[in-house]
Structure formats: structure tokens, C-alpha cells
């Protein structure tokens, strides 16, 4: 089985067998996760809006919606606008963070939440652009969409096709579906709490693999490990056991391992909209993600903004 690892925000990914809104900016400490490929299912857009109760229609609303449609609707509005700008003269800002930003993160990020508003206005948004949107007291809605416009925008703003838009919707905190979609290359997983995982229509399985020395490593740069003296030996104990460590892929790496391409995926430093939507899509394709204890990987927040889940902040580790 395989297994990936965040923590504070740093992760880890390795195979071994055995409208009234209110609006706060995010506050963050990075997480820890360990993940395991499992399987999801990919669902097409539901052509109707009514159902048939008494030969009478009852309004979409008054139903829950379809949230793998609403997710894949949401991430093609997107794509019309990373499109726009992938491999064009794109200005690129540096936020606080230092981290880089564009206007294609901001857009996409726009157009994404317009889909989720439509569909699920009683539902918590998290972007890592815009931040918390509330519909009501902060921090109570059952639901929470999480937003990764353009993961991998070094690679957006490089030319290289490995970036991805993350979109994550949480139920009590609990991940249950998970979208990676990289519309340069046509390449779309999705995962659903409960369903295999699939990669552009059609299930997907992660390796099983049985060795350590055997496994193909990721991680998007050993620098991430950096943050802290214990990440960085425990990231060279297993880079030291691996049969070769890759760098540089973002997101596409967790895809890669639900499609059983690559066998680990390690690392650091990740806020939640950066690994939340990798949680279902690995479990759907037969893996395990967990913090680097071992515990379930949750999300919730308090009005406050506060961590709920003390897993959360620290080290996470992902194990197909």
C-alpha cells in the first residue's frame, strides 16, 4: 500500500503494502497528513433540475445537490480562465507568503465560487485567494467548499503543464470529495467518499507496490522540509530507502499516484486548500491518508477561524 504525509501544512505520500456573507481572511497552520490511494467515481452533469414528487416539481433547491456535478462545473468554468492565460505575458504578484499570484489564480478562483454559489448557496467557501465566505455565522456551515484555483503556480507561470485546480468539499470537516483537474493536458480525477476514484471517466487503482526500495518518490521540492530539523531527517531516511525521489510535480503527483504511476508522495509546508481535495481522490484509488501519527485527516473551524481538529496542524504522511 502506498502512503503520502503533510505536515504544518507539509506532506508526505509513500507506498508500502501490508446573501449575507461574511468574509475573514484565512489563517492558517500548516497540516500534516499520511495518504493512501482508495477509489471514487466521476459523475456527469444531471440534465434535470426538477424531480417528480406527485406529479408535481420540486425546485433544485429544495434538494441537495449534485455535489460531484456542481464540483465538475465548477472546475470547467475555471479552466476557461487558466486557459486564457496559461503560456501567455501573465504579471505575476508575490503575496506575504511570498508565494506567487496572478490574475488567472484570482479569476478562476472568481468563476469557481459564482458555480458554487449557484448551486450551494447555504454551503461555506474557503479560497486561498479570497479567503472564508459564510453564508451565515462564521464558521457553522455543515458544508465547506475548499479552492485551489491554480496549484503549482510556479509551474503555471513556467510554462510546465503540472499544475492543477484543486476544488474539496469538507462535511463536518471530514474531506468527501476531491477534485484534481489540469484542463492544458485534458486530465481530470475525482473522488467521492464511498466510489472508486477515476481518472477522466474510468476507475483508477493505485500500485501495490511491497518495498519501500522499490517505490517511486514525489515531492514538490526537498527544500519544503527545510521548516524544521525533524522533517528534514526524517524526509532524508526516506528519501535514502526509495528507489528514486522525483521533484517538481504539485498536484499532478497525487494523480500519478491514484493512477498508479508513482508510489509515495512527500510533503511539507501545505495549507488545507493545497491537500484536502488529494484525500478522497487517494482513498477512492485504494490508499490511506493519515497525519504523521497516524490519525484521520480532518478539517473544521470555529467562527473564530481556530483549528477544531489538533491532527491538523503539524505533519502529514500518504501511504498507497
Given at each position: 500500500m502506498?502512503c503520502?504525509v503533510?505536515?504544518n501544512?507539509?506532506?508526505?505520500?509513500?507506498h508500502i503494502s501490508?446573501?449575507?456573507?461574511k468574509?475573514?481572511?484565512?489563517?492558517?497552520?500548516?497540516?500534516?497528513?499520511i495518504?493512501r490511494?482508495?477509489?471514487t467515481?466521476?459523475r456527469?452533469?444531471?440534465?434535470?433540475?426538477?424531480?417528480?414528487?406527485?406529479?408535481?416539481?420540486?425546485?433544485?433547491a429544495q434538494a441537495?445537490?449534485?455535489h460531484?456535478?456542481?464540483?465538475?462545473?465548477a472546475?470547467?468554468?475555471a479552466?476557461?480562465?487558466t486557459l486564457k492565460?496559461?503560456?501567455?505575458?501573465?504579471?505575476v504578484?508575490?503575496?506575504?507568503d511570498?508565494?506567487?499570484?496572478?490574475?488567472?489564480d484570482r479569476e478562476?478562483e472568481e468563476a469557481i465560487?459564482?458555480v458554487?454559489?449557484?448551486h450551494?448557496?447555504?454551503?461555506?467557501?474557503?479560497?486561498e485567494e479570497?479567503?472564508?465566505?459564510?453564508?451565515?455565522e462564521?464558521?457553522q456551515?455543515?458544508?465547506?467548499?475548499v479552492i485551489?484555483p491554480?496549484?503549482?503556480?510556479?509551474?503555471?507561470?513556467?510554462g510546465?503543464?503540472l499544475?492543477?485546480?484543486l476544488?474539496?468539499?469538507?462535511?463536518?470537516?471530514?474531506p468527501i470529495?476531491?477534485?484534481?483537474?489540469?484542463p492544458?493536458?485534458?486530465?481530470?480525477?475525482v473522488?467521492?467518499?464511498?466510489?472508486?476514484?477515476t481518472?477522466?471517466g474510468?476507475?483508477v487503482?493505485?500500485k501495490?507496490?511491497?518495498e519501500?526500495?522499490?517505490?517511486?518518490?514525489?515531492?514538490t521540492?526537498?527544500?519544503?522540509?527545510e521548516?524544521e530539523?525533524?522533517f528534514?531527517?526524517?524526509?532524508d531516511?526516506?528519501r535514502?530507502?526509495v528507489?528514486?525521489?522525483?521533484?517538481?510535480a504539485?498536484?499532478y503527483?497525487?494523480?500519478?499516484?491514484?493512477s498508479?504511476h508513482?508510489?509515495?508522495v512527500?510533503?511539507?509546508?501545505m495549507k488545507p486548500?493545497d491537500?484536502l481535495?488529494?484525500?478522497?481522490i487517494?482513498q477512492?484509488?485504494?490508499?490511506v491518508?493519515?497525519d504523521?501519527?497516524?490519525?484521520?485527516?480532518?478539517w473544521?473551524?470555529?467562527?473564530s477561524?481556530?483549528w477544531?481538529d489538533?491532527s491538523?496542524p503539524?505533519?502529514s504522511?500518504?501511504?498507497s
Open positions: 502506498l503520502a503533510s505536515c501544512c507539509r506532506l508526505f505520500a509513500t501490508s446573501s449575507n456573507s468574509r475573514t481572511s484565512p489563517a492558517f497552520a500548516p497540516p500534516c497528513c495518504v490511494p482508495a477509489h467515481c466521476r456527469s452533469l444531471p440534465p434535470l433540475r426538477y424531480a417528480q414528487a406527485n406529479r408535481r416539481p420540486v425546485h433544485l441537495q445537490p449534485d460531484a456535478a456542481v464540483a465538475e462545473e472546475v470547467a468554468a479552466a476557461k480562465v492565460y496559461f503560456r501567455s505575458l501573465v504579471d504578484e508575490t503575496k506575504p511570498t508565494s506567487p499570484v496572478t490574475a488567472a478562476a465560487i459564482a458554487l454559489k449557484q450551494c448557496p447555504d454551503y461555506g467557501i474557503l479560497g479570497s479567503g472564508y465566505d459564510w453564508p451565515g462564521a464558521g456551515a455543515e458544508y465547506l467548499w485551489d491554480i496549484d503549482g503556480t510556479k509551474s503555471f507561470i513556467t510546465k503543464p499544475w492543477g485546480t476544488l474539496a468539499l469538507l462535511h463536518k470537516g471530514e470529495l476531491g477534485i484534481i483537474d489540469q492544458y493536458t485534458k486530465e481530470r480525477w473522488g467521492m467518499k464511498g466510489r472508486p476514484t481518472f477522466n474510468e476507475e487503482h493505485a501495490d507496490t511491497k519501500l526500495e522499490a517505490a517511486y518518490l514525489y515531492a521540492s526537498p527544500h519544503m522540509f521548516i530539523d525533524q528534514s531527517e526524517a524526509w531516511r526516506l535514502g530507502k528507489r528514486l525521489p522525483l521533484y517538481g504539485d498536484c503527483a497525487y494523480g500519478l499516484l491514484a498508479g508513482a508510489d509515495l512527500a510533503e511539507c509546508d486548500y491537500y481535495a488529494h484525500v478522497p487517494v477512492g484509488a485504494g490508499g491518508v493519515t504523521w501519527q497516524g490519525g484521520a485527516l480532518k473544521q473551524m470555529l467562527p477561524g481556530a477544531v489538533k491538523m503539524g505533519d504522511h500518504s501511504f
